[in-house]
């Protein structure tokens, strides 16, 4: 079973906008939340977590969203630029700490100059 | 901060084979993981280390997979007798000593059974 679902498997934005990636999860038990950025080739590269005592995280450019009630989070980019096209992944952990890390299956994000 | 090295990059063998994936952590971390991702999916946990203890493993490592971390340094992990269905990218990941350090995450092994 999949406890965490991303059910857009792409996304394209024009440069300069918001770019929203969506994640909802069936777990109650997790209580961190963390997205990954993958370029191809590469291993995935870690971008922003939130607790689920949180309902907001921002660093930068990046913001994500928790609506624990929904079981639905999101990360928002803005502005988006050429360089985030890359592949998105929610995951959460239920451990505690970070050791045991259920991924989604990704969003490929797009942003077009 | 060298990141964490897997080699070899790519493997090609035929069903039956022994494979073994080595993964070099970056250097202060003592937590390491091995995960597998099949096309189309995110990468599954398989199991996890701190220091050379293995201290959890997924049900989806068979009787077939081992993984060792005997200095709590590198680990390697070894497919015996592979099949068609362990054809996926090995990812391997360390962190650092406290519970809420991020995984940093190599480049990946993948494997290819012929």
């Known amino acids: 079973d999949q406890q965490v679902k991303q059910n857009s498997p792409s996304l394209s934005v024009q440069e300069g906008r918001i770019s929203i990636l969506n994640c909802d999860y069936t777990?109650?038990?997790?209580?961190?939340f963390l997205w990954y950025k993958k370029y191809p080739a590469e291993g995935p590269t870690f971008l922003i977590s939130?607790?689920?005592?949180?309902d907001k995280n921002e660093d930068g450019r990046f913001t994500v969203f928790l609506n624990k009630s929904a079981k639905h989070l999101s990360l928002h980019i803005v502005p988006s630029q050429p360089g985030d096209s890359a592949v998105y992944f929610c995951?959460?952990?239920?451990?505690?700490?970070?050791?045991?890390?259920?991924f989604g299956t990704g969003t490929k994000l797009q942003v077009i100059p | 901060d060298t990141g964490v090295s897997q080699n070899p990059r790519h493997k090609i063998t035929k069903r039956g084979q022994n494979v073994t994936f080595r993964c070099d952590p970056i250097?202060?971390?003592?937590?390491l993981y091995w995960y597998r991702q099949t096309l189309g999916q995110g990468p599954e946990f398989l199991t996890y280390?701190?220091?050379?203890?293995?201290?959890?493993k997924s049900r989806l490592l068979s009787d077939r997979f081992s993984a060792e971390r005997p200095k709590g340094s590198f680990s390697t992990l070894e497919i015996q007798r592979t099949e068609q269905g362990d054809s996926a990218m090995y990812l391997c990941?360390?962190?650092?000593?406290?519970?809420?350090?991020?995984?940093?995450f190599g480049d990946g092994t993948r494997l290819s059974i012929l």
């Open positions: 990941a360390s962190s650092g000593g406290t519970d809420y350090q991020p995984q940093h």
């Open positions: 280390f701190q220091n050379e203890a293995q201290l959890e």
């Open positions: 995951a959460a952990t239920d451990s505690g700490g970070y050791q045991k890390v259920t």
């Open positions: 777990n109650s038990m997790f209580d961190y």
């Open positions: 250097s202060e971390h003592n937590r």
């Open positions: 939130i607790s689920s005592i949180k």
